[in-house]
């Protein structure tokens, strides 16, 4: 599985566009880039999943460079209820069986008002 | 719409006590089923995944035990509990849509071993 770092906490204001970065040099042809949000005592939520250059939905967009040695979860205007810690994982998830999947300590985002 | 149950919420256990945590996922068929524990400030950690009933694979060798008697039930058992053992045990379920699998996860269980 490659390995993936993020930065462990960011802060930003309600209504500004926020940007979460994950590092994942060591990528395979058949990875996946999913990332989940996480609020205290819930279970993770997903929020978006890709392979290659940009995918958006009515939650967020992921922004895959041509190398996929990172990936960029953007979320645009956050507001208090986006405090949160973001999960960037990165695997095998076609067909195979999503089993490996494994959880870093994600990023903690702080929305101030 | 597929939902995913766990019970208790929250559980307070002395050591040594037996530990059994449930399950259940609606509104799908021959889900792959996962159970992970999140220790406090941590990330998750996959304790044991089934791909159908009755077939159960170990990630972390522990005093803990997983079952699958049904299609859509996953169980998490101990025989004795230790301190180590508390904790936020999450269940989830995934499927395959145009050959890519994604997880999704059940509200979890607070385990507070005493």
């Known amino acids: 599985l490659a390995k993936t770092t993020q930065p462990i906490s960011m802060d930003s204001y309600e209504g500004q566009e926020v940007n979460i970065t994950c590092s994942h040099n060591?990528?395979?042809?058949?990875?996946?880039i999913t990332w989940y949000q996480q609020f205290p005592s819930q279970g993770p939520r997903f929020i978006i999943q890709?392979?290659?250059t940009k995918v958006t939905n009515e939650v967020a967009s992921l922004f895959i460079p041509a190398d996929r040695k990172s990936s960029t979860l953007s979320l645009p205007r956050v507001s208090l209820s986006d405090t949160a810690v973001y999960y960037c994982l990165v695997g095998d998830f076609y067909g195979a069986g999503s089993y490996q999947l494994t959880f870093g300590k994600g990023t903690k985002l702080s929305v101030i008002p | 719409s597929q939902t995913i149950h766990q019970w208790p919420a929250t559980l307070v256990q002395p050591v040594g006590s037996p530990l059994s945590l449930e399950c259940t996922v609606e509104?799908?068929?021959?889900?792959?089923l996962y159970w992970y524990r999140q220790a406090a400030g941590r990330g998750l950690q996959l304790l044991f995944y089934s791909v159908g009933i009755g077939q159960i694979s170990s990630e972390v060798p522990q005093n803990l035990s997983a079952s699958r008697p049904q299609d859509r039930q996953f169980i998490l058992s101990s025989k004795k509990l230790l301190l180590s053992d508390s904790g936020f045990y999450l269940c989830a379920w995934s499927v395959a849509a145009g050959g890519v699998e994604t997880q999704y996860f059940g509200p979890g269980t607070r385990l507070l071993v005493l």
């Open positions: 509104g799908t068929s021959n889900p792959n």
């Open positions: 890709g392979y290659k």
């Open positions: 060591n990528i395979a042809t058949n990875d996946y």
